[in-house]
């Protein structure tokens, strides 16, 4: 399984994505991919997930752009030597594309961080 990593300001960003088959429909350009995130807390201090930025692109040239609060429906408080774990999904018209973005977190003294989330590929051909 193909993993893609990334530290910042002390967080650590692992990305394990998948593509869906039974999801997917190829005649109907919906590719479903999914993608299992680990998030480590590497420094010396609890830290909260506030926001989620994506920059979505696939092969036919289209892009999007997601902004929201916090990952699936959460806000998770990731302490010290801790990590929160959670799974979620991109539908794509092409069979291939990338994802990349950041994480808008508040350390427990209210300094805000941004971690980056690493640029991982999708493609319905080369995932599982």
Sequence with gaps: MLRYTEIT?????????????????????RHVF??????????????????????????????????????????PVIQPGLSHTYSSFCVLKSFKGSMEGYYEMVREDGSVLYATIPK??????SLN
């Design 120 to 125: 991982f590929l999708l493609s319905a051909h």
């Design 9 to 29: 300001n002390d967080v650590r960003i692992i990305v394990h994505p998948a593509y869906v088959e039974q999801e997917s429909d190829p005649i109907g350009h």
């Design 34 to 75: 999914s993608y299992t995130i680990t998030i480590e807390n590497r420094g010396s201090e609890a830290v909260q997930l506030l926001k989620r930025h994506w920059f979505i692109k696939d092969s036919n040239g289209e892009s999007y752009e997601v902004k929201g609060e916090g990952v699936i429906g959460k806000q």
